[in-house]
Every structure is written in C-alpha cells, then in structure tokens.
C-alpha cells in the first residue's frame, strides 16, 4: 500500500488487536470507544474520529444538536496529540436508507457535524449555530437537495415557506 502512494485505515478493533505492532503510518477510525484515540494518537498514531454514539445517522433520534455538540477531541489537551486527530465523518449503514430518504437523512446533521469540525474546540453554543445552519438547510432545498428540518426530523419546518423569509 505504501509503495502505491496509499494509506492504510484500520477500524479501532484492529489496534486493539494489534496496539503498536501496527505500522508507523496506520491511521485508525474510532468508532466505539474515544479511550481508544487517546491511547492511539499518545502512542503516535493518527485518528479518524466516527463514533457511533454521536454521529452515526442511522441514530435517528439524535437530532442537529446531539451531533454539534460532540467534542472529537476528546480529552485530548496536548497539542502534539490533538494534531494526529485528522478530522471526522458520520456514517450510515445501507440497510437503514434508500434513494427515499437518504438525503433528508443526512441533511442538516451532516452539516452540524462538519461546522464543528472546521470550528475551534470552544465553538459549542447550538443557539448560534441555529441560524447558520438554517440558512445551509434552506440553500439546500432551495437547490432541489431534500433536507429534514433542523427543529426535528419527526416534524416540520419551523413554518409553511420558512425557507422564503431569507
């Protein structure tokens, strides 16, 4: 994989496996457990944070907020470790969209998710998020993307033609 110019991903399972036996240059997606990225970016390895209890979309239930206000660092402070933290992403398993209802799915908490992760770390107040995120839910609809709407994916917008009063 190296020599084709590639990185190696390993699900977090496999560095709880294997632990440092891992190649220099493995970058492990934590999904189940942040105690597993601390220990990883500690022992020098880079993360992709994707944890299930916070991002994953097939969690219905949690709604824009939930998903804003994770912290993918964790309780990572030192700033070495905090640099091996590539990023994030939400997930969604197959067996719970189709072409139906996959957009409204994603959309707006997608876009919570990746406000939060290019905002500084204390960046965590969901009252003003709310009318940015409104606005990119309405740009969204506005070109034809379906979007749920922010207040609840169970409910309406917040009103008929809500998206006209920008």
Known sequence: VKGMGRQVINWEGTYDTAGNALDEDTIVNVYLNMNVMEKA???????????????????????????????????????????????GEV??????????NIFARVWPRAAAVAERLWSAQSVVN????????????????????????????????????????Q
């Open 41 to 87: 970016v500690v022992s020098g390895y880079r993360c992709i944070v994707s944890m299930a209890y916070a991002w994953y979309l097939d969690n219905v239930w949690n709604d824009w907020q939930h998903f804003y206000s994770f912290d993918p660092q964790g309780n990572v402070t030192d700033s070495t470790q905090i640099k091996r933290i590539l990023g």
């Open 91 to 100: 997930s969604n398993w197959g067996e719970t969209i189709d072409p139906s």
């Open 126 to 165: 969901t009252d003003y998020a709310l009318p940015r995120l409104h606005i990119f839910r309405c740009l969204l609809v506005q070109r034809g993307i379906p979007s749920a709407p922010l207040n609840n994916t169970a409910e309406g917008p917040l009103a008929p033609g809500a998206c006209l009063w």
